[in-house]
């Protein structure tokens, strides 16, 4: 069964600007709301690098684990990263909740602050969740036999929180994320001068 791809937030700036990006080629689902009334396997969630889930829906998740769940996340990151996740990597683990039962948390700023610089963070987290899944999957399915239990995954607007990433720049290039490993159109760069441009057209202003 392929993954469906949930991208759903409050923000009806964002929801235009995905619209406007994914509806080019991509096979996702759109919508305004909530992302705790969707019933999905994974929820990706952003996050500060050393996993303290004192805002946005890292806080509200938490809440939902009684505050169990941001011990748990910064005793992974301790262990796994001595204690601090760089932006452009993720990890997942299980929520104990009923849905969603595994969170990715992807770190979209180090520390908790309104971005005014053009930065890349929306793209390099988006991208860590994305391969962050894919290897889950591709193990899950080796332990199972073929199949996966994931069929789906939610994502809200990476960086559009607290860190206040503008939505068309954060919704473009969460699609660019989207293309390279969903779509499996990563890029090679063979000169320094064509990742620098890349890098370039992620960081643009962009309007809807």
């Known amino acids: 069964m392929p993954l469906?791809?949930?991208?759903?937030d409050t923000n009806p700036e964002l929801i235009k600007a995905w619209q406007a990006f994914f509806g080019r080629n991509a096979k996702v689902d759109i919508s305004e709301g909530s992302v705790f009334d969707l019933d999905v396997s994974v929820l990706v969630t952003p996050a500060n690098s050393f996993g303290i889930m004192d805002d946005g829906l890292?806080?509200?998740l938490n809440k939902l684990t009684d505050g169990k769940l941001e011990s748990r996340v910064r005793k992974?990151?301790?262990?796994?990263?001595?204690?601090?996740?760089?932006?452009?990597?993720?990890?997942?683990?299980?929520?104990?909740?009923?849905?969603p039962k595994l969170a990715i948390i992807a770190p979209t700023m180090r520390v908790p602050i309104r971005m005014t610089n053009a930065n890349v963070n929306?793209?390099?987290?988006?991208?860590?969740?994305?391969?962050?899944?894919a290897s889950f999957i591709r193990q899950d399915r080796e332990d199972h036999g073929g199949e996966s239990k994931i069929e789906s995954v939610a994502f809200?607007?990476?960086?559009?929180g607290s860190g206040k990433t503008?939505?068309?720049?954060?919704?473009?290039?969460?699609y660019e994320a989207y293309c390279q490993i969903v779509l499996g159109q990563e890029?090679?760069?063979?000169?320094?001068?064509?990742a620098t441009a890349h890098d370039?057209?992620?960081?643009?202003s962009r309007y809807i």
Not at 200 to 204: D, N
């Open 58 to 60: 890292g806080s509200q």
């Open 122 to 133: 929306s793209y390099m987290a988006t991208r860590a969740a994305f391969r962050a899944l």
């Open 4 to 8: 469906l791809v949930h991208l759903r």
């Open 166 to 174: 503008a939505p068309a720049v954060a919704a473009f290039q969460m």
């Open 187 to 194: 890029p090679n760069f063979a000169t320094v001068e064509a």
């Open 76 to 99: 992974l990151i301790q262990d796994k990263h001595a204690g601090e996740l760089p932006v452009g990597c993720a990890e997942i683990i299980v929520t104990n909740l009923d849905k």
């Open 156 to 160: 809200v607007g990476m960086g559009t």
């Open 200 to 204: 370039a057209e992620l960081r643009k």
